[in-house]
């Protein structure tokens, strides 16, 4: 335990140097940050929302949503596909295709929504709907947020239905062995689209 905290406090001053030496802006420290810290970064979804800026050209402040097809637009680039990407990908892509109009642009990205980072409970809950994740949650949390089962949910028959390019699966969830502190790797993190479903 003692090294995984040395090592991480050896990354963190590395970062921290570099951007006091001016290696590396406010987007990349927090993102180095959180890798450091073993968290991964967001992945941007169809109906999320980014607030983007370049500094010294206020005519080019704008608020986008991430259209279904993944894309955001944006004046001088045209479309750029964000879905799927990072935060830091996006500002990076942006100022790269800027530059040909701007010198040296400095680009902001902040995501104002996470709309599109959706998991749905639906079946024998109390309050079945969808559940904005921020920035992720398991199946324990999501049933406790849809209020828990009714009298009549079959609790240990629950199934998360997942798609990917591949197709759809089914995972199994069993409430009573992981109430119990059995099985726990049942209690997956949600993907965005996923569907709870509780018979």
């Not at 802006?25 to 890798?35: D, F, H, K, P, R």
Request: net charge positive; no cysteine; aromatic share 4%.
């Amino acid at each position: 335990m003692k090294n995984i905290v040395l090592l991480l406090a050896r990354a963190l001053l590395g970062v921290a140097l570099m951007a006091t030496a001016g290696f590396v802006n406010a987007a990349e420290l927090g993102a180095a940050t959180a890798a450091a810290n073993g968290i991964p970064e967001y992945r941007l979804h169809a109906g999320d929302r980014l607030d983007i800026g370049v500094w010294k050209e206020k005519e080019l402040t704008r608020v986008v949503i991430v259209s279904p097809d993944g894309r955001i637009s944006y004046p001088l680039v045209g479309d750029l596909v964000a879905g799927g990407r990072t935060v830091n990908d996006v500002r990076t892509e942006l100022e790269t295709r800027l530059k040909k109009y701007i010198p040296e642009p400095v680009v902001t990205v902040v995501i104002t929504g996470v709309d599109g980072n959706a998991a749905y409970v639906i079946g024998q809950v109390t309050r079945p709907g969808a559940l904005i994740m921020n920035p992720a949650i398991n199946v324990m949390q999501a049933l406790s947020i849809a209020g828990g089962g009714t009298p009549f949910a079959k609790l240990d028959g629950i199934i998360i239905i997942r798609r990917s390019a591949a197709g759809q699966k089914v995972l199994n969830f069993r409430y009573g062995q992981v109430s119990e502190g059995k099985n726990l790797e049942q209690n997956i993190q949600l993907e965005a689209g996923d569907v709870v479903v509780v018979p």
